[in-house]
């Protein structure tokens, strides 16, 4: 195993995964209760106490490249059940949100189903669950997913097979559209509302986690 | 007219993979005279995925056009079956109450709130707001002898501090309620444990050892059916029992109705409302089992009936007995 | 007036951000001031030489010391004065540590402010006067809240010293939480065999009174004098009958009573002596249990009395009695580890906390020494020990760390090897601590000669599973998830400052800390101390701790006492409220607002007056405020006194 260097610990990650969860991340005492309770651990490359440890310590390209941020499943144990209030995950959430925009690949079909899921409410407004499925299964090249479970649902009318699309679906489009070119931006919102002279909400800005 | 109106957000799933929840949930809530107004022309709700990988402001700029369009029909509350789409939700508004946020959402929209909003879970509202004696009420069919085990899943009552609706880990909403319906309601330890989400779909087995789990522990307690409220857990737990049974080389066939589905049956709304044909497990043997302990029960409760009614007959015949024996003004 | 003006250094702690030369410098030219210099540690023998030299050599009448807080060093500086020949009044202080060099680090506005601090302290001492002390008796009496070790310990020291000890104790027995207890770490010697003799030494010391089930109802009254009310609680057994036989306890027919003693885990009668060792020895009915009480129809114990000491109209006591010093020794509780939900919240019987699984381990416990599982009696096989349940966890509000739970887990999981040599114990912990003489020694015979596996990790999930237990925890030296079955889950519980201590603390008048802890005089100079002259703290009352630090306490706080004691007068403090008759129009306000009732009405040529008593009263000043007259004024905080440091600071 490598040597750690802790004087390389990169603090502007530290500093970036606080503010993006709002959660103080020195109050971890790596008591392992979220490793614990974690249903999802067995799928996990760290346990979560120890990817804890790895943001602590500063070590960026690790956490962002673990399996463990796109095996999470989001079911909060870790944050219910943490003996100082730590929303862990929201933690995990945050780094997620950041391997996303450092463009990592993340666990492929994982991502892919993610992917897909967005895609379908892009296009629709709404989640087309077959759709959504057939576009997972043509990129993972996994055609045999589920079909055990078509004759299932199929007779009982359990599968929509063509989407429904709502009226406001270029109204969703445009939001996501906005979002892709920035339209959400902190840096841009703030400055706009700067401009706006609405100095009270940029004073009242508290990071983006819970407020 | 009915005093409890909210606006009601069905969700994806519900027009697919848990049709049977949405029905039934209307049907109930017709039922007990609570009026749902539909959010007109409403969009996926930025649930998990969304939330997952792109951004809050994204996924909650989606949950903002839902509250959007309710207001376009003067209406603030939303209910929502789905605890995935409650907890989105929910989370949206807790977040736009950050002005900043609510200003990044807002350039997204382009459709600024103009009123304060909530949203609850269908659940909470049936519990709370109508109240297990009014569901008592209801019920024309109890489900007397019905061995049920509760199962919340994870995401109904989490977090505890924003959620505040029951007990984040052990609630008892569900149990009250499935009481209430005359059910035996078994104390289900694994009650909030993850069932593996939408795993199901991107790792194979993930979902085989967290269902399964429950699914032992529900054979383990001999129940007849786990009850959930949750599309993606019952999705897990029912239409892949067969795939959990072939990874764990386990043979359950327990049926995992929506608790609405329990409801409608109980207050005899018609096939169509209970949607027991939408289950891949059957619930007709867990039926077949209640009605057979029902009578049991009922003989049981005649025989300590009958024991009770001639213990209290001879004890009155003693002290009527010792009364007249007695010499007047006797006593102590 | 000659007034001479002191700068202390306190070695960088003021020096470091205020310019004490231009301090002293700038007092030099304050009214009166004859003399002004600067000091390194004005509280050090030099220090202190130098003012008693200063005073003789300028022929100082008034001295300013500008250093740290009063709290501390104001009798030291008083001492120092008055060994020059000064009245101890004539002094005054300016705290330019706590009030500025430890809270600002702007040099130039820091000395500003310590100058004004200093002149303002220079205006108040030009009105001051000398003021005397008076003397008055002290009633060498003590009274002990509190029966468990500390209060034993207390007690017994005060009585071998000749004290008159009044001990009050809210149990029907005396013991507290020692007498619950097995055995006792690191020595694993018996622990009812150590306190068993210390508890009848308290029954029959010649100068020990003690009240059993009864509570302290009010105190008034000042240090020397303190006037104790006690409740005696009826326990329908009169006890200067009851010879404590048993017969009553043997025929009570309501044999299915929570057993208190032994924590809910086996059951009793509800005419109850509390365990064979119990001081007093006397039974008591427990009401909510017992079948007259509840249904109207019983009466067996009164019958089989053979003294006829049931009493069952009996009705709670008043008693009264003056003491001169009070120990507060109330001990803990265990924090209400059911808002820990994921470990069953109290619904599963084989989940139990330490004070319970101490029971299943003595002898005189409900299962006679057998460790015997809760739900079916059978022994267990594997136990599970979780650490810092409601200890070190901020999200039940328990942020500190217990103290003891390490050292008597590793207790537990040694006695259950001796008790079950087929055993295994899991210990889960998150740091170990074990800082005591022996302890840590204690903690590795634990893992390496009785085997028991200690895995660093908190447990996330406790649930049924068949007839055991599954405990999932984490490993986070292994870095893993971990599941281990167990038939019995002990908890370590934290303790949490006893039941209505904060109630107790204010009938005191002592402080305690958000968690209901009594707070200590100074935390390192003054730990048995409080802020209130003459009551005393021992044991677990002011912070948890284990059995040899709460004897310690005990022992100290009973030196204190006799300390206090030894002296047959006391002296009054001065700086009490004075009446101005010609001004007073006997309004009576003053009566009314008076928190200490020192103020009574009197007549002066026919008119309505009112007097102070002088050794009842605190000095608090809220008379002098309430005084539509100005006629009612706390000496050495005079109205003129406090308008003259105003002026001093606003003369702009």
């Given at each position: 195993m490598e040597t750690i260097g802790l004087h390389e610990a990169d603090e502007d990650f530290i500093r970036e995964v606080e503010e993006r969860s709002g959660q103080a991340l020195s109050r971890c005492y790596q008591c392992g209760n979220c490793t614990a309770g974690c249903p999802m651990s067995f799928t996990y490359d760290y346990p979560?106490?120890?990817?804890?440890?790895?943001?602590?310590?500063?070590?960026?390209?690790?956490?962002?490249?673990?399996?463990?941020?796109?095996?999470?499943?989001?079911?909060?144990?870790?944050?219910?059940?943490?003996?100082?209030?730590?929303?862990?995950?929201?933690?995990?959430?945050?780094?997620?949100?950041?391997?996303?925009?450092?463009?990592?690949?993340?666990?492929?079909?994982?991502?892919?189903?993610?992917?897909?899921?967005?895609?379908?409410?892009?296009?629709?407004?709404?989640?087309?669950?077959?759709?959504?499925?057939?576009?997972?299964?043509?990129?993972?090249?996994?055609?045999?997913?589920?079909?055990?479970?078509?004759?299932?649902?199929?007779?009982?009318?359990?599968?929509?097979?063509?989407?429904?699309?709502?009226?406001?679906?270029?109204?969703?489009?445009?939001?996501?559209?906005?979002?892709?070119?920035?339209?959400?931006d902190e840096e841009a919102v703030r400055s706009r509302l700067a401009a706006e002279r609405r100095d009270d909400v940029v004073a009242a800005y508290s990071g983006e986690g819970c407020p | 007219m009915s005093s409890q109106h909210f606006g009601y957000f069905p969700g994806c799933s519900g027009l697919g993979?848990?049709?049977?929840?949405?029905?039934?949930?209307?049907?109930?809530?017709?039922?007990?005279?609570?009026?749902?107004?539909?959010?007109?022309?409403?969009?996926?709700?930025?649930?998990?995925?969304?939330?997952?990988?792109?951004?809050?402001?994204?996924?909650?700029?989606?949950?903002?056009?839902?509250?959007?369009?309710?207001?376009?029909?003067?209406?603030?509350?939303?209910?929502?079956?789905?605890?995935?789409?409650?907890?989105?939700?929910?989370?949206?508004?807790?977040?736009?109450?950050?002005?900043?946020?609510?200003?990044?959402?807002?350039?997204?929209?382009?459709?600024?709130?103009?009123?304060?909003?909530?949203?609850?879970?269908?659940?909470?509202?049936?519990?709370?707001?109508?109240?297990?004696?009014?569901?008592?009420?209801?019920?024309?069919?109890?489900?007397?002898?019905?061995?049920?085990a509760p199962y919340y899943g994870c995401l109904l009552t989490r977090p505890g501090d924003s959620m505040k609706f029951d007990n984040p880990e052990n609630p008892v909403s569900l149990d009250r309620l499935l009481e209430s319906l005359g059910a035996e309601v078994l104390p289900f330890p694994l009650k909030v444990e993850c069932c593996g989400a939408a795993f199901g779909v991107p790792a194979r087995d993930v979902v085989p050892r967290l269902s399964g789990k429950l699914l032992d522990l529900a054979a383990e307690l001999d129940a007849d059916a786990v009850v959930v409220a949750c599309p993606l857990c019952q999705m897990n737990l029912d239409l892949r029992q067969d795939q959990i049974n072939a990874a764990n080389g386990t043979r359950h066939s327990i049926p995992v109705p929506y608790f609405t589905q329990l409801m409608a049956y109980a207050f005899g709304l018609g096939d169509e409302a209970e949607g027991f044909a939408k289950l891949a497990v059957s619930m007709a043997p867990a039926f077949a089992r209640m009605e057979g302990r029902a009578a049991a029960i009922e003989r049981q409760e005649r025989e300590a009936a009958a024991r009770e009614a001639k213990k209290a007959g001879s004890a009155a015949e003693k002290k009527s007995a010792k009364a007249a024996s007695a010499p007047a003004g006797g006593g102590l | 007036m000659r007034i001479g003006v002191f700068i202390c250094h306190c070695g960088s702690n003021i020096a470091g951000t205020v310019d004490c030369a231009s301090v002293a410098e700038q007092a030099a030219a304050f009214p009166d001031v004859v003399f002004s210099t600067d000091t390194l540690y004005a509280c050090s023998e030099p220090g202190q030489?130098?003012?008693?030299?200063?005073?003789?050599?300028?022929?100082?009448?008034?001295?300013?010391?500008?250093?740290?807080?009063?709290?501390?060093?104001?009798?030291?500086?008083?001492?120092?004065?008055?060994?020059?020949?000064?009245?101890?009044?004539?002094?005054?202080?300016?705290?330019?540590?706590?009030?500025?060099?430890?809270?600002?680090?702007?040099?130039?506005?820091?000395?500003?402010?310590?100058?004004?601090?200093?002149?303002?302290?220079?205006?108040?001492?030009?009105?001051?006067?000398?003021?005397?002390?008076?003397?008055?008796?002290?009633?060498?009496?003590?009274?002990?809240i509190g029966g468990g070790v500390a209060g034993i310990q207390a007690a017994l020291d005060a009585a071998d010293a000749g004290l008159e000890v009044v001990m009050v104790e809210r149990e029907p027995s005396i013991g507290g939480k020692m007498a619950k207890l097995d055995k006792t770490f690191p020595t694993v010697d018996c622990s009812s065999c150590i306190l068993g003799p210390r508890m009848v030494d308290v029954a029959q010391h010649p100068n020990i009174t003690l009240h059993a089930a009864s509570e302290v109802e009010a105190v008034s009254g000042y240090v020397g004098n303190f006037e104790v009310t006690i409740r005696k609680k009826s326990t329908c057994v009169d006890w200067s009958k009851c010879t404590g036989c048993g017969l009553c306890t043997e025929k009570c027919p309501a044999k299915k009573s929570y057993d208190r003693f032994n924590e809910g885990m086996g059951h009793t009668s509800a005419i109850v002596i509390p365990f064979p060792q119990a001081i007093p020895k006397k039974a008591g009915i427990e009401k909510e249990h017992c079948r007259l009480f509840r249904t109207g129809k019983c009466g067996v114990c009164a019958k089989i009395c053979p003294t006829g000491a049931v009493d069952y109209a009996m009705r709670d006591q008043i008693v009264s009695v003056k003491v001169g010093g009070i120990v507060a020794a109330t001990g803990y509780d265990l924090m209400d580890w059911t808002v820990y939900e994921e470990y069953g919240g109290g619904r599963y019987p084989?989940?139990?906390?330490?004070?319970?699984?101490?029971?299943?381990?003595?002898?005189?416990?409900?299962?006679?020494?057998?460790?015997?599982?809760?739900?079916?009696?059978?022994?267990?096989?594997?136990?599970?020990?979780?650490?810092?349940?409601?200890?070190?966890?901020?999200?039940?509000?328990?942020?500190?760390?217990?103290?003891?739970?390490?050292?008597?887990?590793?207790?537990?999981?040694?006695?259950?090897?001796?008790?079950?040599?087929?055993?295994?114990?899991?210990?889960?912990?998150?740091?170990?601590?074990?800082?005591?003489?022996?302890?840590?020694?204690?903690?590795?015979?634990?893992?390496?000669?009785?085997?028991?596996?200690?895995?660093?990790?908190?447990?996330?999930?406790?649930?049924?599973?068949?007839?055991?237990?599954?405990?999932?925890?984490?490993?986070?030296?292994?870095?893993?998830?971990?599941?281990?079955?167990?038939?019995?889950?002990?908890?370590?519980?934290?303790?949490?400052?006893?039941?209505?201590?904060?109630?107790?603390?204010?009938?005191?008048?002592?402080?305690?800390?958000?968690?209901?802890?009594?707070?200590?005089?100074?935390?390192?100079?003054?730990?048995?101390?409080?802020?209130?002259?003459?009551?005393?703290?021992?044991?677990?009352?002011?912070?948890?701790?284990?059995?040899?630090?709460?004897?310690a306490q005990g022992s100290a706080a009973a030196a204190k006492v006799i300390g206090l004691l030894s002296r047959d007068m006391l002296e009054s403090d001065p700086q009490i409220a004075q009446v101005n008759a010609g001004r007073c129009i006997g309004c009576g306000k003053c009566i009314s607002v008076c928190p200490f009732k020192a103020i009574q009405e009197t007549e002066a040529r026919g008119l309505p007056k009112v007097e102070v008593i002088e050794t009842v009263c605190q000095g608090c000043g809220v008379c002098n405020a309430t005084c539509p007259q100005g006629a009612i004024q706390l000496s050495h905080f005079t109205d003129n006194q406090i308008l003259a440091e105003v002026e001093a600071l606003c003369r702009f």
């Open positions: 979560v106490s120890r990817l804890m440890r790895f943001i602590q310590a500063g070590r960026k390209d690790l956490v962002l490249s673990a399996r463990t941020i796109w095996m999470c499943a989001s079911c909060e144990t870790c944050s219910e059940r943490c003996p100082n209030k730590i929303d862990v995950a929201g933690v995990v959430e945050a780094c997620r949100h950041m391997a996303c925009r450092a463009g990592k690949d993340g666990v492929y079909a994982v991502k892919t189903f993610w992917d897909a899921f967005v895609l379908s409410v892009n296009q629709h407004g709404r989640a087309h669950e077959a759709g959504l499925l057939a576009m997972y299964m043509f990129r993972t090249g996994r055609f045999w997913t589920d079909v055990d479970l078509a004759p299932k649902m199929l007779p009982k009318g359990k599968i929509a097979i063509l989407p429904h699309r709502i009226q406001g679906r270029r109204e969703v489009a445009e939001i996501f559209r906005r979002f892709r070119e920035g339209a959400a | 993979t848990s049709l049977e929840y949405e029905r039934s949930t209307r049907a109930v809530c017709g039922a007990l005279g609570v009026a749902l107004t539909e959010v007109p022309d409403w969009n996926c709700c930025g649930s998990s995925p969304v939330a997952h990988t792109a951004d809050h402001a994204l996924s909650s700029a989606l949950a903002s056009r839902i509250f959007a369009q309710a207001e376009s029909v003067g209406i603030a509350d939303i209910i929502t079956p789905c605890p995935s789409c409650l907890k989105n939700l929910h989370n949206a508004l807790r977040r736009m109450e950050d002005p900043l946020f609510r200003a990044r959402v807002e350039a997204l929209t382009q459709r600024p709130l103009r009123r304060a909003h909530t949203t609850k879970s269908v659940l909470q509202v049936l519990v709370e707001d109508v109240g297990c004696s009014r569901i008592r009420d209801a019920v024309r069919r109890p489900l007397k002898g019905l061995r049920v | 030489d130098a003012i008693i030299e200063a005073i003789k050599e300028h022929r100082l009448t008034g001295v300013v010391v500008a250093s740290c807080t009063p709290r501390m060093h104001e009798p030291t500086f008083r001492r120092a004065v008055e060994r020059a020949g000064l009245n101890r009044y004539l002094f005054e202080m300016a705290n330019i540590r706590e009030h500025v060099s430890w809270i600002g680090k702007d040099m130039q506005a820091n000395t500003n402010k310590s100058a004004e601090l200093v002149r303002m302290a220079v205006a108040k001492l030009r009105l001051n006067t000398e003021l005397k002390p008076k003397f008055f008796p002290v009633t060498k009496r003590v009274l002990v084989d989940v139990i906390t330490s004070l319970q699984y101490e029971r299943l381990l003595s002898a005189s416990g409900p299962t006679g020494g057998h460790v015997k599982r809760p739900s079916d009696g059978r022994e267990p096989q594997s136990v599970v020990f979780i650490q810092c349940v409601g200890s070190r966890d901020c999200s039940v509000d328990r942020p500190y760390c217990s103290g003891f739970c390490c050292m008597y887990t590793a207790k537990q999981a040694i006695l259950t090897k001796d008790h079950l040599p087929d055993s295994q114990s899991y210990v889960f912990y998150m740091d170990i601590r074990s800082p005591g003489k022996g302890y840590d020694e204690f903690t590795r015979r634990v893992q390496e000669e009785y085997r028991a596996r200690y895995i660093r990790g908190r447990v996330s999930l406790v649930y049924p599973k068949g007839d055991k237990l599954m405990v999932r925890g984490a490993d986070t030296l292994m870095g893993t998830q971990v599941e281990v079955e167990a038939d019995l889950v002990v908890l370590a519980v934290g303790g949490e400052a006893a039941r209505g201590a904060p109630h107790l603390a204010e009938k005191l008048r002592i402080s305690y800390d958000a968690y209901g802890f009594f707070m200590e005089g100074h935390p390192k100079l003054k730990p048995v101390e409080t802020n209130t002259a003459g009551v005393f703290l021992a044991g677990s009352c002011q912070g948890l701790k284990d059995i040899p630090s709460s004897v």
